[in-house]
């Protein structure tokens, strides 16, 4: 008996290889230009970003951009990059939340940091991906965040 791919088991590959190349350059986008920021939230946000995931959110945001609008935009991988940005922020409000020491087999910035400094880490975090749909650039800085 023949295992041959169905068409279902071969759409994640497919999808994933339309927009390849832009989500490199959301991954690229999201890890920005950090250097502006205090050294340790700059190294645990780099960490947060590179510690893997699959990435669905900004796969289907890229995939939805890339059906309604071609060719691919800087905004979509902004808008792309900004999702994936605040998932990562809630996912380091539930590790405060369940006190979670380990995820993705790495330690969390709760295994190190108070619960206060992690939540601030988050909201950090939070509030970059409302910058990031809005800067043509791929940093964002403290300058970035103040109040004008």
Known sequence: MSHSSSPATSQPSTALALVAADLAAVEAKMRGNEQDIFPPLAEAFLSLITSGGKRLRPLLALLASARLFAPMSNQAIALAAAVETLHT???VHDDVI???LIRRGNPTL???WT???TVLAGDYLFARRRVLPQ???TSVSSRSLRRR
């Open 89 to 91: 922020a809630t996912l």
């Open 98 to 100: 369940d006190n979670a």
């Open 110 to 112: 709760n295994a190190s």
């Open 115 to 117: 619960s206060g400094a």
């Open 135 to 137: 800067r043509p650039a």
